[in-house]
T-cell receptor, first 112, second 111 residues
Framework: DSGVTQTPKHLITATGQRVTLRCSPR?????VYWYQQSLDQGLQFLIH???????AKGNILERFSAQQFPDLHSELNLSSLELGDSALYFC???????????FGPGTRLTVL | LAKTTQPISMDSYEGQEVNITCSHN???????ITWYQQFPSQGPRFIIQ???TKVTNEVASLFIPADRKSSTLSLPRVSLSDTAVYYC????????????FGTGTKLQVIP
């Protein structure tokens, strides 16, 4: 158990819909990272937040957005969903320097 | 971040030592080298990290030559449970702000 929690574990929805994925980092970790992993693909970095502020963006679509709240949990919002958005979405957390990331169990999103 | 190159896949028999090499020719002075392991449908798990020479922990060793343009993850006496994808990352200690995992090396351990 990494100490990072993600909810829900599975999510099935339809095209055009909007969903919110939630992540709670390890106690004391200020950084939160979001990744997308499609079937048999590598991990694609989406976005990094540090103590509530956006630090870096990767290949994140405009239909996707994220935020980190004062209690340090983070949410990833995916809107106007397409079939190609079906993937595993991982959240990771780290202490400030990001040297070692601890990953959550992931949320499996299926868009039908 | 420095670009990394790893073999796409490797096979090994149980009980053998496995060495996975990662090339990172444009590694920067402040960059550390980190390896993660990922099982299917699970989040990656940190294995080991180093800056230069050799680092060893309870599960693996990491060898980094003087020029730091490559690194080798060594897994002693692998078992079937070591079948996984192994990722090499190179980045600044101060911020893995844009993280690139790459495609990783798929290790298959054969009985």
């Amino acid at each position: 158990d990494s100490g990072v929690t993600q909810t829900p574990k599975h999510l099935i929805t339809a095209t055009g819909q909007r969903v919110t994925l939630r992540c709670s980092p390890r106690s004391g970790d200020l950084s939160v990272y979001w990744y997308q992993q499609s079937l048999d693909q590598g991990l694609q970095f989406l976005i990094h937040y540090y103590n509530g502020e956006e630090r870096a963006k990767g290949n994140i679509l405009e239909r996707f957005s994220a935020q980190q709240f004062p209690d340090l949990h983070s949410e990833l919002n995916l809107s106007s969903l397409e079939l190609g958005d079906s993937a595993l979405y991982f959240c990771a957390s780290s202490v400030a320097d990001g040297r070692r990331q601890f990953f959550g169990p992931g949320t499996r999103l299926t868009v039908l | 971040l420095a670009k990394t190159t790893q073999p796409i896949s490797m096979d090994s028999y149980e009980g053998q030592e496995v060495n996975i090499t990662c090339s990172h020719n444009n590694i920067a002075t402040n960059d550390y080298i980190t390896w993660y392991q990922q099982f299917p449908s699970q989040g990656p798990r940190f294995i080991i990290q180093g800056y230069k020479t050799k680092v060893t922990n309870e599960v693996a060793s990491l060898f980094i030559p003087a020029d730091r343009k490559s690194s080798t993850l060594s897994l002693p006496r692998v078992s079937l449970s070591d079948t996984a994808v192994y990722y090499c990352l190179v980045g600044d200690v101060g911020g893995y702000q844009k993280v690139t995992f790459g495609t990783g090396t798929k290790l298959q351990v054969i009985p």
